[in-house]
């Protein structure tokens, strides 16, 4: 089976940073991910950050810490994060590492 390869398409509107995620988020690809993110973080300084998952097909431990990562940066930022369409799977790595605990972060199906 052939991996994923990770695109990450961004889209600025208001004062919304919306980044769409497709395909598989791993060791690799979160940290490019996390660069192109982080970038356009600082460019537009947005008030929410909405990622989609819904195109996301795999996600480990490296795409839990992109997102971690990403409401840590927001937080400093004083933006919001919104996850928006993650599938049953991720949902249930986000549920056992307590994202809903976490102030910043809402998760919307």
Same mark, same amino acid.
Request: aromatic share 2%.
């Given at each position: 089976m052939e991996k994923e390869t990770? @695109? !990450?398409a961004l889209l600025s509107e208001g004062d919304t940073l919306t #980044? @769409?995620?497709s395909g598989e988020i791993d060791h690799h690809?979160? #940290? @490019? #991910? $996390?660069?192109t993110l982080d +970038? #356009?973080?600082f460019k537009? $300084?947005? +008030? !929410?950050?909405? /990622? &989609?998952l819904g195109g996301v097909s795999?996600? &480990?431990?490296?795409?839990l810490g992109l997102v /971690?990562? +990403?409401a840590a940066l927001c937080e400093e930022l004083g933006a919001a994060v919104r996850l928006l369409r993650p599938s049953? $799977? !991720?949902r249930k790595i986000f549920a056992v590492a307590g994202l809903d605990r976490i102030e910043n972060i809402t998760l919307q199906v």
């Open positions: 990770l @695109t !990450v #980044a @769409t995620l690809s979160a #940290a @490019t #991910a $996390r660069e +970038r #356009a973080l537009h $300084r947005p +008030r !929410v950050l909405c /990622l &989609d795999f996600m &480990d431990s490296s795409g /971690l990562g +990403r049953l $799977r !991720v």
